[in-house]
């Protein structure tokens, strides 16, 4: 059987199981993008390969990105504490970071202490928070405030707070706004053309965007929840163009092809960090040829993940628009993963406690 006719009989039978109603891939072999497709089961959802879905936490990639670009430009370092960056709004200081402050290479590795694991998002038409209402938690926020939780360095705690100081750090560093930033500097440099940091979504794209379905096979009221927090949840991408993104740094860990990243800062951002399974924005499990990078997305609605083994130049996309989507995300990789002969794999969805180096 054709290889793509194979993986697609695999995914409409999981779509139809999981109550999946749009799923888009794009798999990886031989350094190339092999198969790519969007499908649906759906007969009101038109879709094409552009189609946009939310891609949540996979932001954090980008955002570790342009931190490290502004790091290559001698213009923050990494073992600097956090708060040299910031003017206008600071980490506030309690008994966990008085004599151990929060340190920039700790937001980009999940051990800075910061809190805020998870932001809910707002429905259409709801006002959303200024980064500054959101880092102080005032309303129209519906978070609590960032503040350190425990010693900065000390354990691994997934931080979606931490990315959003990631943010006013951009911003303050570039003089810009945070997707300004990012859709120009970024995202245009890794020709990533369907992908973008906006909430809310503008009028052009809505008709592009797969709306979110949520409970009982239920579409999301207005098709989604708008996100404030960009930096650790804001962008619309599809399959294709978070695969050239995985390529792009698998040429620069390589060095084998001119990249966004150099050699050695991309080889820092796939090393793991100490008390934690994270690099710099990434998860990275393995070792020698089983090296592999992934990162895991979720909001309401969209559940999504990537995997690269960049020894190898295999590894898979997969994007989808239900709750229970990564029930099939699971399913599709070890698909791949067994089609494609990688590596031991270890198949795991969920970030938020600690994944074992395998």
């Known amino acids: 059987m054709d290889e793509k006719v194979f993986f697609e009989k695999a995914l409409l039978e999981a779509m139809n199981a999981y109550h999946v109603p749009v799923t888009a891939y794009a798999v990886i072999n031989d350094f190339e993008i092999n198969q790519s497709n969007t499908l649906s089961i759906d007969s009101t959802i038109s879709t094409t390969q552009e189609s946009l879905f939310q891609v949540a936490s996979i932001s954090k990639v980008l955002t570790s990105l342009g ?30 970071n008085k004599n151990n402050p929060v340190l920039v290479r700790q937001l980009l590795d999940m051990t800075s202490g910061l809190s805020i694991s998870n932001f809910d998002g707002y429905p259409q038409n709801k006002t959303l928070p200024t980064p500054l ?22 354990d691994y705690a997934y931080s ?13 560093l570039t003089g810009r706004s945070f997707s300004d930033y990012q859709n120009n500097e970024i995202i245009k440099a890794l020709d990533m053309k369907n992908s973008l940091f906006e909430f809310p979504l503008n009028a052009n794209l809505v008709s592009h965007a797969v709306p979110a379905f949520v409970g009982d096979k239920k579409i999301e ?138």
Request: hydrophobic share 40%; net charge negative.
């Open 67 to 96: 931190i490290l670009k502004l790091v290559e430009k001698d213009l923050i370092k990494l073992d600097n504490p956090a708060n040299d960056y910031l003017t206008d709004w600071k980490i506030p200081e309690n008994q966990f």
């Open 133 to 154: 209402e959101l880092l102080n938690g005032n309303a129209p926020a519906n978070n609590v405030p960032v503040e350190v939780l425990h010693q900065p360095g000390s």
């Open 160 to 172: 979606n707070g931490g990315f959003q100081v990631l943010q006013k750090i951009t911003e303050e």
């Open 221 to 358: 009221p207005g098709g989604w929840h708008n996100f404030a927090a960009l930096a650790s949840c804001g962008m619309w991408s599809t399959p294709v163009d978070i695969a050239k993104l995985i390529l792009n740094i698998t040429h620069a860990y390589l060095g084998k092809k001119p990249a966004f990243l150099s050699k050695a800062m991309t080889t820092a951002m796939l090393t793991r960090q100490q008390n934690t399974p994270f690099g710099f924005g990434i998860v990275v499990s393995g070792h020698d040829e089983n090296l592999n990078f992934s990162k895991t997305g979720h909001t309401k609605g969209y559940q999504s993940l990537f995997v690269m083994f960049p020894h190898l130049g295999k590894g898979v996309v997969v994007m989808t628009n239900a709750e229970s989507g990564d029930k099939l995300i699971d399913y599709f990789v070890s698909i791949v993963a067994k089609e494609h002969q990688w590596p031991y794999y270890f198949p795991f969805f969920d970030e938020s406690v600690f994944l074992p180096d395998y």
